[in-house]
């Protein structure tokens, strides 16, 4: 998590966030909302003051939250089914801001808190359009057995929630209303929308979004797990009839509208700077500790409940239950945790030359065919450089294999102090290699490669006592006219042709 920050801190100030109009309603909603909780918390203004404003506060977030989320759904470099998965969250947003505006109207202008009233409506809609919307948003691909450990790991956590759910709210509902009356229907309702809310969260949580989604989604089950606390603390406290305007899940909610905006505001972001085309399998790199903290969560409650039983025989019983749990889950961990390790270390020999650290043939060219297509299918800029050693097969006759690999070794490393960390660098093959570089036309992509060349002129190699001047060549091609990514790369290998036959240690562009 504090990765993804610090990335997402560092893509803002490099591309100026102040010029996205999105980032300014952010940042006041953030304002706005924690203005808000001081508010609740120092307890300003008298009972009226404090219905009018904890009322009439949500109204322009609530607001905000469906219209940004509407606004990620209409951008165009994001793929269809993220794009309609963020039009239905925006619409579930905005059934809840109807039902807000109408109970508004009940306690502010008439007076009155019906329960029933049509604000229902507009509150219980957004549970079942929210869960569609969840259940929209791309996913990796997946195996069928993963498939099968998705919905397994889902379950364990609804069936947690389903612990806390009873507990708190839905076992008390139950038993205090009236059965068959429309009352106790709809008050059933609502604990019945959070276990659907717990579902959504646990599906955005154990998903792997493969475009670029990660950090929106993230900020999007935080918020929804706001919300989900403002639920349960809501419903428990009119069970006992000691809710209030202001009260605290009041400052949950207000946290979750601000997180619901920041998410549709960092979805459009993240399109926009199109970070995420070094996407690696973070299914050998990572483990989703979502599930396990549920069972650990429905323990907690199982203890909660029962910590005053006897402890003969249930008290020990129970504990004894706990702990051993407990060990198994660690144990669980454990085991996990070196499988991933020893898979992260297969995935790096598989996916990175042993040489030159540079990333292989293969995984190159299935990150640059996934580049090539979207750069044709959103029409945006892409430039491919060939690189070759010059005179490479001197270098090893004169100083030896050895020091040819320092050679190569240095001018990847030279290589990659002039990339960005989205561009793609890989082993062609022997002593060539070849980057591609997203956002970028042919142009500015040439001054790259010649800010290699410069690199490699100006630091000589020092092998085994030896001096070695080193040169390369380069040739430089643009996505504008090449129908595959093979044609692309052909075009930059003739242009390292030409770069060779105009004598070496220089630049040349495809016509």
Same mark, same amino acid.
């Given at each position: 998590?504090?990765?993804?920050?610090?990335?997402?801190?560092?893509?803002?100030?490099?591309?100026?966030?102040?010029?996205?109009?999105?980032?300014?309603?952010?940042?006041?909603?953030?304002?706005?909302?924690?203005?808000?909780?001081?508010?609740?918390?120092?307890?300003?203004?008298?009972?009226?003051?404090?219905?009018?404003?904890?009322?009439?506060?949500?109204?322009?977030?609530?607001?905000? #939250?469906?219209?940004?989320?509407?606004?990620?759904?209409?951008?165009?470099?994001?793929?269809?089914?993220?794009?309609?998965?963020?039009?239905?969250?925006?619409?579930?947003?905005?059934?809840?801001?109807?039902?807000?505006?109408?109970?508004?109207?009940?306690?502010?202008?008439?007076?009155?808190?019906? &329960?029933?009233?049509?604000?229902?409506?507009?509150?219980?809609?957004?549970?079942?359009?929210?869960?569609?919307?969840?259940?929209?948003?791309?996913?990796?691909?997946?195996?069928?057995?993963?498939?099968?450990?998705?919905?397994?790991?889902?379950?364990?956590? %609804?069936?947690?929630?389903?612990?806390?759910?009873?507990?708190?709210?839905?076992?008390?509902?139950?038993?205090?209303?009236?059965?068959?009356?429309?009352?106790?229907?709809?008050?059933?309702?609502?604990?019945?929308?959070?276990?659907?809310?717990?579902?959504?969260?646990?599906?955005?949580?154990?998903?792997?979004?493969?475009?670029?989604?990660?950090?929106?989604?993230?900020?999007?089950?935080?918020?929804?797990?706001?919300?989900?606390?403002?639920?349960?603390?809501?419903?428990?406290?009119?069970?006992?009839?000691?809710?209030?305007?202001?009260?605290?899940?009041?400052?949950?909610?207000?946290?979750?509208?601000?997180?619901?905006?920041?998410?549709?505001?960092?979805?459009?972001?993240?399109?926009?700077?199109?970070?995420?085309?070094?996407?690696?399998?973070? =299914?050998?790199?990572?483990?989703?500790?979502?599930?396990? #903290? #549920?069972?650990?969560?429905?323990?907690?409650?199982?203890? &909660?409940?029962? =910590?005053?039983?006897?402890?003969?025989?249930?008290?020990?019983?129970?504990?004894?239950?706990?702990?051993?749990?407990?060990?198994?889950?660690?144990?669980?961990?454990?085991?996990?945790?070196?499988?991933?390790? %020893?898979?992260?270390?297969?995935?790096?020999?598989?996916?990175?030359?042993?040489?030159?650290?540079?990333?292989?043939?293969?995984?190159?060219?299935?990150?640059?065919?996934?580049?090539?297509?979207?750069?044709?299918?959103?029409?945006?800029?892409?430039?491919?450089?060939?690189?070759?050693?010059? &005179?490479?097969?001197?270098?090893?006759?004169?100083?030896?294999?050895?020091?040819?690999?320092?050679?190569?070794?240095?001018?990847?490393?030279?290589?990659?102090?002039?990339?960005?960390?989205?561009?793609?660098?890989?082993?062609?093959?022997?002593?060539?290699?070849?980057?591609?570089?997203?956002?970028?036309?042919?142009?500015?992509?040439?001054?790259?490669?010649?800010?290699?060349? #410069?690199?490699?002129?100006?630091?000589?190699?020092?092998?085994?006592?030896? =001096?070695?001047?080193?040169?390369?060549?380069?040739?430089?091609?643009?996505?504008?006219?090449? +129908?595959?990514?093979? +044609?692309?790369?052909?075009?930059?290998?003739?242009?390292?042709?030409?770069?060779?036959?105009?004598?070496?240690?220089?630049?040349?562009?495809?016509?």
């Amino acid at each position: 998590m504090a990765t993804t920050v610090g990335t997402l801190q560092r893509s803002l100030f490099r591309e100026g966030w102040w010029r996205d109009r999105g980032w300014l309603v952010t940042i006041a909603v953030g304002i706005f909302a924690i203005g808000f909780i001081l508010w609740l918390f120092f307890g300003w203004g008298d009972p009226d003051l404090r219905t009018l404003i904890a009322d009439v506060a949500f109204i322009p977030t609530g607001l905000a #939250a469906s219209a940004m989320a509407w606004r990620a759904g209409l951008h165009q470099t994001s793929p269809a089914k993220t794009r309609r998965a963020w039009k239905i969250v925006g619409a579930a947003l905005l059934s809840f801001w109807l039902g807000d505006v109408v109970w508004s109207y009940y306690e502010v202008i008439l007076g009155a808190s019906p &329960f029933p009233s049509l604000a229902d409506a507009g509150y219980l809609l957004f549970y079942p359009i929210l869960f569609i919307g969840l259940l929209t948003f791309q996913s990796a691909p997946r195996t069928r057995s993963e498939v099968v450990k998705f919905w397994l790991d889902a379950a364990t956590v %609804l069936l947690s929630g389903w612990m806390v759910i009873w507990y708190f709210v839905l076992g008390p509902t139950a038993l205090s209303q009236n059965a068959g009356s429309l009352t106790t229907v709809l008050s059933s309702a609502y604990p019945i929308g959070d276990l659907v809310l717990i579902f959504g969260i646990a599906v955005l949580l154990l998903r792997r979004p493969d475009d670029g989604s990660r950090e929106a989604l993230g900020l999007l089950a935080a918020g929804l797990t706001f919300f989900l606390l403002a639920d349960v603390g809501f419903g428990y406290l009119s069970l006992r009839e000691t809710y209030e305007s202001g009260d605290w899940p009041d400052a949950f909610w207000m946290l979750a509208q601000f997180l619901m905006v920041a998410s549709a505001q960092v979805q459009v972001w993240k399109m926009r700077q199109r970070q995420d085309v070094q996407a690696t399998d973070d =299914r050998i790199r990572s483990t989703s500790v979502v599930p396990y #903290a #549920a069972v650990a969560l429905g323990y907690a409650m199982l203890f &909660f409940a029962g =910590r005053h039983a006897a402890p003969y025989p249930m008290g020990g019983l129970l504990g004894g239950a706990i702990a051993v749990t407990a060990v198994v889950l660690v144990r669980q961990l454990t085991v996990m945790s070196e499988n991933i390790r %020893l898979l992260g270390e297969l995935q790096t020999l598989a996916t990175t030359d042993g040489l030159t650290g540079s990333l292989t043939r293969r995984h190159f060219f299935e990150l640059a065919h996934r580049e090539f297509g979207r750069a044709k299918r959103y029409n945006r800029q892409l430039a491919a450089i060939m690189i070759d050693i010059d &005179f490479f097969k001197a270098i090893n006759d004169r100083y030896g294999h050895a020091s040819g690999d320092e050679a190569l070794q240095a001018i990847v490393a030279r290589c990659r102090a002039n990339l960005r960390e989205i561009d793609l660098l890989g082993r062609y093959g022997g002593d060539e290699l070849v980057i591609l570089m997203p956002e970028v036309d042919q142009r500015d992509a040439a001054r790259v490669a010649e800010r290699v060349l #410069a690199a490699v002129v100006e630091t000589p190699l020092i092998s085994n006592g030896s =001096r070695i001047e080193l040169s390369v060549s380069a040739g430089v091609a643009p996505v504008e006219g090449s +129908t595959d990514l093979a +044609t692309m790369l052909r075009r930059a290998d003739a242009a390292l042709y030409a770069a060779k036959q105009a004598g070496r240690n220089c630049v040349r562009g495809a016509s």
